[in-house]
C-alpha cells in the first residue's frame, strides 16, 4: 500500500510557494511538488499553516525594533496569517466537497460494475444450463438413433427372412408347373395308348391337375400377401429411415445453437470485464 508524498517535501513545497509570493494552496503545492493526492496534501498543509504561526510568534521578539513597530509588524503578520488560513481553509472545504463528490461517483461506479458482474454471472449460469440441457437432449437423441437403427436392423433381418421364404415359393411354383407339364404330358400318350383305359386316366389326371391349380393358386395368393408384406415393410422401412435423418439433423442444430450460446457468453465475459478494468485504474488515478 502506498504512503503518500513525505511530511518535509510538502512542507518545502508551501515555503517555496510563499518565498514567490504567492499563497500556498492545494493545488498550488501539488503543482510543485508534481504529486500527491488532494486529501493527503490538504492535511499537510493544515499542519504547515500551524507550524508557520508557531514561527511567526516566534518572530515577534525583535530587539532591534522600537516596541510599537514590532507590535505593528507582528499584527501585520497575524492578519496575514489569519487571511490566508481562511483562504485556505475555504480551499481546502471546497477540496473536501470534490474528494467527496468523487469518491461517491466511485462508489456508484462500483455498484454498477457489481450488478453487471451479477447479470454476467446469471446469463452465465443460464448459458451453462442451457448447454446442460443441450447435451442432455443430444444423448438422448443419441439413445433414440441407436434404438431405430437397431429397428432398422430387425427389419432388414425380416426382410431377408420374407425374401427367402418368396424364394422357395418361386420355386414350388415352378416345381408344380413342371409336374403339371409332366402330367399334361403322360396324359396325352396315355389316350393315344387306351381308349377304354384314358377316360380314368384323364378324370384322375384331371382331378389332379385341379388339386395342382389349386395348389398353385393359394401358393400364388401366398407370394402376393407375402409381397404385401415385403412392400409395406420397405414403406416403414422408409418412413424410419426419414426419421433418423430428420433426428440427426435436429441433434446437429441443437449442437451448433449450443456452441453458440457458449460463445457468446463467453465474448460477453470478456467485454465486462475489461471496462471493469479500465474504471479502477480510472479510480486508483483520481485517489492518488
Known sequence: MAVGVPEGEVFAAADAVLARGERPTVERVRLELGRGSPARVGGLLDKWWEGLSLRLQGQRRLPELPAEISQAFVAVWELATNAARGLAEAELKQQRQVLVEERARVAETEASARQQCAQHRQHTATAVAAQQLAETRVA?????????????????????????????????????????????????????????????????????????????????????????????????????????????????????????????????????????????????????
Do not use: M, W
Open 140 to 288: 438422448d437423441l443419441e439413445q433414440l438413433l441407436l434404438q431405430r437403427q437397431s429397428q432398422i436392423n430387425d427389419l432388414q433381418g425380416r426382410c431377408g427372412d420374407l425374401s427367402k421364404e418368396r424364394d422357395e415359393s418361386r420355386r414350388a411354383i415352378l416345381a408344380g408347373s413342371q409336374q403339371l407339364q409332366a402330367l399334361r404330358e403322360s396324359a396325352e400318350q396315355a389316350r393315344f395308348a387306351q381308349d377304354a383305359y384314358t377316360r380314368g386316366v384323364e378324370e384322375r389326371a384331371y382331378q389332379e391337375v385341379d388339386r395342382l391349380r389349386q395348389e398353385i393358386k393359394d401358393r400364388t395368393q401366398q407370394l402376393n400377401e407375402k409381397n404385401g408384406r415385403i412392400e409395406e415393410l420397405q414403406r416403414s422401412l422408409s418412413s424410419v429411415q426419414a426419421e433418423l435423418n430428420r433426428t440427426h439433423l435436429a441433434a446437429v442444430a441443437q449442437q451448433a445453437r449450443n456452441d453458440a450460446q457458449a460463445q457468446e457468453a463467453r465474448q460477453t465475459s470478456t467485454k465486462l470485464k475489461k471496462p471493469s478494468a479500465r474504471r479502477n485504474v480510472k479510480r486508483f488515478s483520481r485517489v492518488r
